[in-house]
């Protein structure tokens, strides 16, 4: 259910003729999204925020808000009709004019209620291709974009001919889930069976892949009226599955300009959003450069700002904020003047994220005038440096840590 909190008062704001002030209601199932609701009110919106009752004490820039609502399901999952008919009743004396998620967990909220209030946006079928791994990789398929071969976990004579066909390690993945640690990689015929039958009813909520080993790599693009306004490609220290389930230090970086990848990257990238059909807001989509072929293959797309840092690595490289950038777009006219993206820097940028046992003292041992973000998590030190050449930005590094 939705608990309602005391109203907010709003402040006002003097909009430029550009946007218009429309009234929001925003989803985060996690505590994010903060630039993108003090951009959106600046820009003169009204802005309804719904989040789960664990973020209660989290320090929401209420002053934004004109109210803030909880929702306590005391499960994973929320449950999509009673959020519906607690919107609904709401919606009885609030007109919203867009519905917007700030995480990947709440894509399929947000589709869910623009269908039923018929708000525009991304509906339910557009938005499987931003959060279903099985209804993307169809997708990039009819359109001619290499995928690793994969089969749903439905038919068992069609996961037969795949595995008969396909050669191990392969991959069982959730096909919404947004979270590496529930991947897992198989090598044999009892392990692939044994998992598939431990999932019980919830076997068609999953894919099998080949595993193909090789290099991540991460496009993230500011995308308006279907063209590419911005696009930046990162690369992973190694794979995010492997950072996730085993821990250990995580870099992810910009890479050299102008080189071939970056130019085949750019390409795939705008492939794929053409695909996807996006037609506004901040994508991200991820790919692997295979070590046994060269080939980069495309492994999921998501249509919002993506974890790991990304945010502050291309705020750092680029000067672009990508929430407050996503803020602009949601409230501009086309009709008056449509959206443009500023001009972006030319730096390079490193995220570094580093485990520790004892954060404070790690961090006081890192210390570089190139850093220009830091957060110091319960378990975690993670920086971003900034640079002007890519070689630099790798001597950088290893100065940094060398205080260790």
Known sequence: MIVYSAQIELNCYRVTPTYRPLTLLCIASHFKGLDFLQEAHHLGCTIYLITDV?????????????DIFFVDEREDTWNIPNLIKGVSYLARSVHFDKIVPLDDYDVEKASALREHLRVSGMGETRM???????????????DDILVPEYVHVLNYERIKAFTSIVTPPWILK?????????????????????????????????????FIPGEIYQVDSIVYDHEVQFAG?????????????????????TIKKGSKIEKDLLKLNKQIIDSMGLKYGVSSNEFIHSAQDGKFYFIQSSGKVSGHYIAELVEAANGLNLWREWAKME????????????????????????????????????????????????????VVIKAKSFEELEMIEKEVLAGL
């Open 128 to 142: 499987r291709y931003f959060r279903d791994k099985l209804a993307m990789r169809d997708k990039a398929e009819e």
């Open 233 to 253: 490609v990162h690369k992973y220290s190694r794979p995010v599955m492997d950072i996730v389930q085993n821990g250990g230090m995580m870099s992810l970086s």
């Open 54 to 66: 664990a973020n209660r004490e989290k320090p929401w820039p209420r002053e934004f808000l004109a």
């Open 331 to 382: 409230m501009a006219q086309p009709q008056e003047s449509a959206y443009q993206c500023p001009k972006p820097e030319t730096n390079q940028a490193r995220v570094v994220r580093i485990p520790t046992e004892n954060p404070p003292l790690c961090s006081s041992r890192i210390q570089h005038q190139s850093i220009v973000w830091r957060q110091v998590s319960h378990n975690h030190v993670t």
């Open 174 to 210: 959730p096909r919404f889930k947004d979270a590496s640690d529930k991947y897992k990689k198989m090598s044999n015929q009892k392990e692939l069976w044994d998992s598939i039958l431990d999932l019980g009813d919830d076997q068609s909520l999953y894919l099998i892949e080949r």
